[in-house]
């Protein structure tokens, strides 16, 4: 009898647990699926389309220089996903990829010697783990993203952190990048904290900001595929794969914090802290929207 019910008890408790981890990302599976198919539609056809989501852009530029229908995977590429003048100047300038040299230089951080004789491998013995970050640690009850991993190694082998967004970091964070090219992003939502940081991120992305009061889905959702001044505006839809980025106009690699910040701040509003709490919020929430994805970074951007 007693045995009986030892039993019920463990296999409720297991079923319990098994229906709560479905639950935590419910709400997000329903906002991803909507997100999807609101840029799948966007970009099947601009043409047909135009009365609905393409309504200023001139018919002739539709047909000229816009590339459709888009898949799935096709919007990893940012702006020339979409934009074909982009697309063309792109594939030109990643004939000889200004990434490649801080890649190199990546891979020799990696795999140099820290002082205690280790390198990242004693923290990164697969180093392709780029799809999981940012991931919810349910242990510590916060979002970890690849910077914050990457400096803990350092730290742990009494190394001193370096400096987020750019220089060393990124070109650390590249190699990551590089070795996980081809893996499917795969965040996950593993508990209802983890739920809570998912719908703070939703809330950063969808809030109107700054002296401009603009949000993040109006450039990156509604405007996206269309053009402000000479920048043709990506998808939110995979802008996350290609991380971390050599841009033109940095000079350099930078990380996906560094771009979020930029961002931020282009709306007017106060830069907020990379790693900070929003930041890496938002991060969660941009990153678990292109789950499925297919990570194609280091990439390169204007
Ligand atoms: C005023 C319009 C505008 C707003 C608002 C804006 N961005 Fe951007 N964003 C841009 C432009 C322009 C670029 C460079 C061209 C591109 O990739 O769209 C860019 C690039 C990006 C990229 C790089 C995409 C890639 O494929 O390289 C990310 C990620 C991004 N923005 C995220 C955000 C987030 C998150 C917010 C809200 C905090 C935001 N942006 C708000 C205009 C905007």
């Known amino acids: 009898m007693l045995k009986k019910l030892i039993k019920i008890a463990t296999i409720s408790m297991i079923s319990g647990t098994i229906m709560f981890a479905a639950n935590f990302n419910a709400q997000a599976e329903k906002d991803r699926h909507a997100f999807v198919n609101y840029f799948l539609k966007k970009f099947e056809n601009p043409v047909a389309n135009r009365a609905k989501y393409f309504p200023y852009v001139p018919i002739e530029e539709l047909k000229k220089d816009y590339i459709y ?14 934009y074909r003048p982009a697309k063309e100047q792109f594939a030109e300038i990643n004939d000889f990829p200004p990434y490649e040299i801080p890649l190199d230089d990546g891979k020799e951080l990696f795999t140099k010697p820290f002082a205690n004789g280790k390198t990242y491998s004693s923290c990164f013995p697969n180093p392709a783990i780029k799809q999981n970050y940012p991931y919810y640690d349910t242990k510590r009850d916060e979002i970890v993203t690849i910077g914050m ?16 967004g750019k220089g060393d970091i990124a070109k650390v964070i590249a190699y990551l990048a590089d070795k996980s090219r081809g893996q499917k992003i795969n965040i996950k939502i593993p508990s209802a904290n983890a739920a809570k940081a998912y719908e703070a991120g939703k809330k950063l992305f969808y809030k109107q ?20 001044r000479a920048e043709a505006l990506s998808p939110a839809l995979g802008s996350t794969t290609e991380m971390p980025v050599y841009r033109l106009k940095w000079g350099g690699l930078g990380t996906l914090q560094r771009r979020l910040v930029g961002c931020i701040k282009d709306t007017g509003s106060e830069k907020p802290k990379m790693q900070s709490k929003p930041v890496k919020e938002l991060a969660y929430f941009l990153t678990y929207m292109s789950n499925g994805m297919k990570l194609n970074g280091p990439d390169t951007r204007k």
């Open 209 to 228: 900001r700054g002296y401009l009061s603009i949000s993040c889905n109006e450039c990156h959702v509604q405007s996206a595929g269309k053009r402000i």
């Open 69 to 82: 229908p888009l898949k799935f995977e096709d919007f990893k590429n940012g702006p020339m996903s979409w």
């Open 149 to 164: 991993a990457v400096n803990e190694c350092r730290v742990k082998n009494g190394e001193k952190p370096l400096k987020y």
